[in-house]
């Protein structure tokens, strides 16, 4: 993960680091909506309210705010997930730990997980945003490591494909961010739950009698 305090080239901020929060905060807004190409320093200081000139008192580039508020959000999301990761919790336990932590990271930084979503796979070229391929590599290997680990130990269907599981679950849970809102009417946790029962009854281990186990033919099943 980069280290966020070393790598910033901005400029002295004036206004204190509230004022700072409110600009990268409006920032992503504007490069969640319009996309980081289309968004001038302009169209930022625009939605701010304020001259574009006075903009470059907190920051010297659109690049040095994309890049504060991509690092900001994986720093924190990797907080969380080495808390869970670090808990010595079982598999399926580790599964809803981390979609939890994913959902509460939504909730935090909707627009910046939206750009980390549409952006990343250009970013990756630059230098400057090498971190987000380290932290993609990061992510599989947790994700595919846990879901090994269930799968060994009889957690998880032996026939499961983890790969292709991890690929399910990493984007149905990332895509809430294209319509999840703070303050909405369910909490980060209750939808994490819901999400949670119509994955984890996918791929948990069925029970002696449970429906298929015993041949039954699913809805549809065999029609012509």
Do not use: C
């Not at 819901?194 to 069925?206: N, P, T």
């Amino acid at each position: 993960m980069p280290n966020t305090a070393s790598k910033k080239k901005t400029t002295q901020a004036s206004g204190g680091p509230e004022r700072r929060r409110e600009l990268l905060d409006t920032a992503a807004e504007v490069f969640a909506a319009q996309g980081y190409n289309a968004t001038t320093v302009r169209k930022i200081a625009d939605a701010a309210g304020m001259l574009a000139g006075s903009l470059y008192y907190h920051f010297d580039s659109k690049e040095s705010m994309l890049d504060e508020i991509l690092s900001t959000f994986l720093n924190e999301l990797w907080e969380g997930y080495d808390a869970v990761l670090d808990a010595d919790l079982g598999p399926r336990e580790t599964i809803e730990a981390l979609v939890t932590e994913s959902f509460r990271e939504i909730d935090r930084h909707r627009a910046a997980v939206a750009i980390y979503q549409k952006e990343s796979q250009h970013l990756v070229d630059q230098p400057r945003f090498g971190y987000l391929v380290d932290s993609q590599r990061r992510f599989e290997k947790a994700w595919l490591g846990t879901l090994e680990r269930g799968v060994a130990a009889g957690v998880f269907r032996a026939d499961l494909d983890v790969r292709l599981t991890y690929r399910f679950v990493r984007d149905t849970v990332w895509v809430a961010a294209s319509w999840y809102r703070p303050g909405g009417q369910h909490s980060p946790e209750e939808i994490a739950r819901q999400y949670l029962s119509m994955v984890l009854d996918g791929i948990a281990v069925r029970g002696p009698g449970a429906p298929g186990e015993s041949g039954e033919r699913g809805v549809g099943a065999g029609r012509s």
